[in-house]
């Protein structure tokens, strides 16, 4: 079994920063594809941001240059470097990482934006 607990959240200031982070736990060979995704209330789940296991990366449009997600195999970890943050970009935010033929999500961690 695989457990991923996110931490990192908070409340923020519109311009302010935040990190993410999300952690695995458990039987682990190998993490292919790590990701986040957000969903604020009312709406859908959307993919914010992915990394691979070779370190390639992508972002939804609405975060490009402001967000970066970065990982550390050695502690099965993904980040979430969050600038400029927005109000628009308040929701909850879950981690997503792909073992093996299996998925698996965290809890998510709330992010509130303020102007």
């Known amino acids: 079994q695989v457990r991923l607990v996110e931490s990192g959240g908070g409340l923020v200031q519109a311009g302010g920063s935040l990190r993410l982070s999300c952690a695995a736990s458990?039987?682990?060979?190998?993490?292919?594809?790590m990701a986040w995704y957000r969903q604020a209330p009312g709406k859908q789940r959307d993919l914010v941001a992915t990394?691979?296991?070779?370190?390639?990366?992508k972002y939804t449009d609405s975060v490009q240059d402001r967000f970066t997600i970065s990982r550390d195999n050695a502690k099965n970890t993904v980040y979430l470097q969050m600038n400029s943050l927005k109000p628009e970009d308040t929701a909850v935010y879950y981690c997503?990482?792909?073992?093996?033929?299996?998925?698996?999500w965290g809890r998510g961690t709330q992010v509130t934006v303020y102007s």
């Open positions: 458990g039987s682990i060979f190998s993490i292919n594809t």
């Open positions: 997503k990482m792909s073992v093996g033929r299996n998925v698996y």
């Open positions: 990394i691979t296991s070779g370190g390639s990366t």
